[in-house]
């Protein structure tokens, strides 16, 4: 297996699906590509998560890149064929996992927030079951590049993707929902999970 080749190629599909087909998608529904930037001020919790998360995607396009190059090797104990075979499934689930959840929430997709913006709140199909599945796809897509190409720096970046997907959710985007939506979202998120089912709810008191 040409692994640095195989994870390019996945990046390339998780692009054109998860981003490119859904943004053109979006506009041709609403008029909008659905981009709405990183939130906060330069400097701010807001504004690290949103930047943090896309370095972490540069640094996970970096690493094959540079271990196709020969500047980078895997880590002796992850280089195993059957574990990039295992990464490229992951990675292939979360693809699929990551536009169906896009589906799955209809017009009210977008990447970033915009604070004077209302959409609905999604609570149907896979919403039910997981408040941000579309972060928990991304994180299984995440994961199993990371083990395609199992080096120090994709191993860094799947860590950093980790980090600013939680303070993306808890710093910017649970706060946004819970002043638009109110009363609504708080017995929506008491009863869902964050990321996967029943774990990360949020109690009525909090």
């Not at 943090?52 to 640094?59: D, E, H, T, V, W």
Request: proline share 5%; no cysteine.
């Amino acid at each position: 297996m040409n692994a640095p080749l195989v994870a390019l190629v996945l990046f390339a599909l998780f692009g054109i699906l998860g981003f490119g087909w859904r943004s053109w998608l979006q506009h041709r529904r609403t008029g909008s590509a659905g981009f709405r930037g990183v939130s906060g001020e330069l400097g701010s919790a807001e504004w690290l998560a949103g930047a943090g998360f896309a370095l972490s995607i540069l640094i996970a396009v970096a690493a094959p890149v540079l271990q196709w190059a020969g500047v980078l090797a895997p880590v002796s104990f992850l280089d195993a064929e059957w574990i990039q075979s295992g990464g490229v499934l992951l990675a292939v689930f979360g693809i699929f996992g990551t536009v169906y959840a896009q589906v799955d929430m209809g017009e009210s997709w977008r990447i970033g927030v915009d604070p004077d913006e209302r959409t609905e709140l999604v609570e149907s199909g896979i919403f039910g079951r997981v408040r941000n599945p579309i972060f928990t796809a991304m994180l299984v897509f995440g994961a199993g590049i990371a083990l395609v190409t199992p080096n120090m720096l994709a191993l860094t970046g799947f860590a950093l993707l980790v980090v600013t997907i939680e303070m993306q959710v808890r710093i910017v985007e649970e706060p946004y929902l819970e002043a638009v939506h109110g009363e609504v979202y708080r017995r929506y998120a008491a009863k869902v999970g964050r990321f996967i089912p029943s774990f990360g709810r949020i109690p009525p008191s909090e």
